[in-house]
């Protein structure tokens, strides 16, 4: 099992930049596929970001790639997410999720643990 805790949200204008980061507890961090998934009011919970428990494989969703970057640091059980140019299209709850499944997992089902999210507020 593992607790997750999202920081590093906030209040920031358009073309701006945030770096979120999610710090685990748990003793076996280093084997979950973490991703990072977005929701805004109204609208489902979709997927960001994703890599792999090595960090050797990534995924970002199309309407992010080239701005967000997922990386992670298993020696300090945490994954962040580097977000640049920012849109006021990417204000959302953001949130930090853990999964046993391997690869690039796409949908919020195939995540076991979650974090309580963390704003994020992009003013035009």
């Known amino acids: 099992q593992v607790q997750l805790v999202e920081s590093g949200g906030g209040l920031v204008q358009a073309g701006g930049s945030l770096r979120l980061s999610c710090a685990a507890a748990?003793?076996?961090?280093?084997?979950?596929?973490m991703g990072w998934f977005r929701q805004a009011p109204g609208k489902e919970r979709d997927l960001v970001a994703a890599?792999?428990?090595?960090?050797?494989?990534?995924y970002h969703a199309d309407s992010v790639k080239g701005r967000f970057t997922i990386s992670r640091d298993n020696a300090k059980n945490t994954v962040y997410l580097q977000m640049s140019s920012l849109e006021p299209e990417d204000t959302a709850v953001y949130y930090c999720?853990?999964?046993?499944?391997?690869?690039?997992?796409?949908?919020?089902?195939?995540?076991?643990?979650w974090g309580q999210g963390t704003q994020v507020t992009v003013s035009s």
């Open positions: 999720a853990a999964s046993y499944f391997n690869g690039s997992p796409r949908d919020s089902s195939q995540y076991a643990y």
């Open positions: 748990g003793r076996t961090f280093g084997e979950y596929t």
């Open positions: 890599i792999s428990w090595s960090g050797g494989l990534t």
